[in-house]
């Protein structure tokens, strides 16, 4: 497992930090509130598992939404475990799981383990080729535009035929036209899109020739950072996955919830319980980052949020300065000032 250099130190842990930590079997939803040492929390979860519970590292999975995040949580790791254990881990985004997954798995859908991925510009050029084909004008609708169309069908769970059926309006006719033509140029060029590592993930795992059964028997411990922002055909992803062992950690806080432009579904973390109605529920809600001011003048705003668990930030920190208010005219005034007080304030230190 490699060396240990960092003790998990469970004792500095407040008492809900440790009891999410310890939590044993079974499903787990961390409502972590903003500065209240989430990272920390799910690091040790999982050192707490592999160190104290014999967990193997190959059978845990860790995902989380951007790379730099998967990065800290490999580094933290590797000071509590050893890097060699965390290479035996999936620790990463979603994404890059995928990719691992399809490079075993991809032949059962008619692709090459060494299938390329298109970036951006790929998929743009491809669109456009297709609208060329179809003799869509772009004067009419822009590529970028049915690009976006068919990643939200994909991230919906939706395949060009399940998009022609739900298509509303005429710019979502186009594009569940091109998706069709799309997929099929795709196929031909041995490529997916990123959308696709995670689409055709979930239909491998959800047709029943046995992927299923041969990766839940691969990986029984499950932690989901985030989990507010997830899609629904990652939810879909996690859900199979987890559904063997039910050792389903997630961690998130409803009030951070920024991506639904990206297709997030803030109910995947509000029905939590209702998916898992024996799951472990804990609070995070000591705050070890902000002020007392800063607490009560954002607890006024998200407390009047529609839709959110019963949470409400505290710290031990000073009360901190008075808050100031600027309302400026405009979006660039607004920009401006802001830049210019973050100037200032470096200065002022």
């Not at 995040?69 to 799981?97: I, N």
């Not at 696709?196 to 047709?207: E, G, K, P, T, Y």
Request: charge should be neutral; proline fraction near 3%; aromatic fraction near 8%.
């Amino acid at each position: 497992m490699g060396p240990r250099t960092t003790d998990l130190d469970l004792a500095s842990l407040n008492p809900p930090q440790r009891e999410a930590v310890t939590h044993g079997e079974g499903p787990l939803l961390i409502l972590a509130g903003a500065g209240s040492g989430k990272t920390r929390v799910i690091t040790t979860r999982v050192a707490w598992l592999l160190r104290e519970r014999g967990v193997d590292p190959r059978s845990t999975m860790a995902v989380t939404f951007t790379n730099k995040a998967a990065q800290e949580m490999k580094d933290r790791l590797a000071r509590l475990v050893g890097g060699e254990a965390v290479g035996g881990m999936f620790v990463s985004t979603f994404h890059s799981f995928c990719v691992r997954f399809l490079r075993q798995e991809a032949p059962l859908l008619g692709f090459r383990r060494d299938f390329s991925i298109f970036d951006e510009d790929d998929q743009t050029r491809l669109v456009k080729e297709c609208m060329h084909e179809l003799r869509i004008d772009e004067k009419q609708v822009k590529a970028r535009a049915l690009l976006w169309r068919i990643g939200q069908a994909k991230n919906l769970g939706l395949d060009a035929e399940g998009h022609a059926e739900r298509a509303e309006g005429e710019n979502d006719r186009l594009a569940s036209e091109v998706h069709r033509l799309y997929q099929g140029k795709l196929k031909a060029n041995q490529a997916m899109d990123f959308d696709d590592l995670i689409a055709h993930s979930v239909r491998l795992l959800s047709d029943g020739a046995g992927v299923l059964d041969r990766w839940r028997a691969r990986l029984g411990w499950f932690l989901v950072d985030e989990y507010l922002d997830i899609n629904p055909v990652q939810y879909r992803l996690v859900r199979l996955l987890s559904g063997g062992t039910r050792n389903l950690a997630v961690v998130g806080d409803d009030d951070q919830s920024i991506y639904r432009f990206r297709g997030a579904d803030i109910r995947n973390i509000l029905d939590f319980e209702k998916d898992f109605p024996d799951a472990k529920v804990i609070k995070l809600e000591q705050n070890y980052r902000s002020t007392q001011r800063i607490l009560e003048a954002a607890w006024t705003v998200v407390n009047r949020n529609a839709g959110r668990k019963d949470k409400k930030l505290w710290t031990r920190n000073p009360l901190g300065e008075p808050i100031t208010f600027y309302q400026a005219p405009d979006e660039v005034e607004e920009g401006r000032y802001v830049a210019g007080q973050v100037v200032w304030l470096n200065r002022k230190e």
